[in-house]
């Protein structure tokens, strides 16, 4: 019989590790988006037109047509 390469699997130390890591990751991403969105609103208020500005965005974007998970959840 031939001997199997067996994949080592990660210890919980080694697991717990990794998610730690995602976890900072993830925050780091969310700080990021949240910055973004701070920055945004105050450019809009600078300038002063918000109203011009949604209208432009209601106009412009348009949902994506391909999108398969939206329609597997409409028809649930």
Do not use: C, S, W
């Amino acid at each position: 019989m031939a001997r199997m390469n067996k994949k080592k699997k990660p210890t919980t130390k080694e697991v717990g590790r990794h998610v730690g890591m995602l976890m900072m990751q993830l925050e780091g991403l969310k700080e990021h988006v949240y910055n973004g969105d701070r920055a945004l609103d105050e450019y809009i208020k600078m300038k002063g037109d918000k109203e011009e500005f949604v209208k432009y965005l209601e106009k412009n974007y348009k949902e994506p047509q391909n999108d398969k998970d939206n329609e597997e959840t409409e028809e649930e």
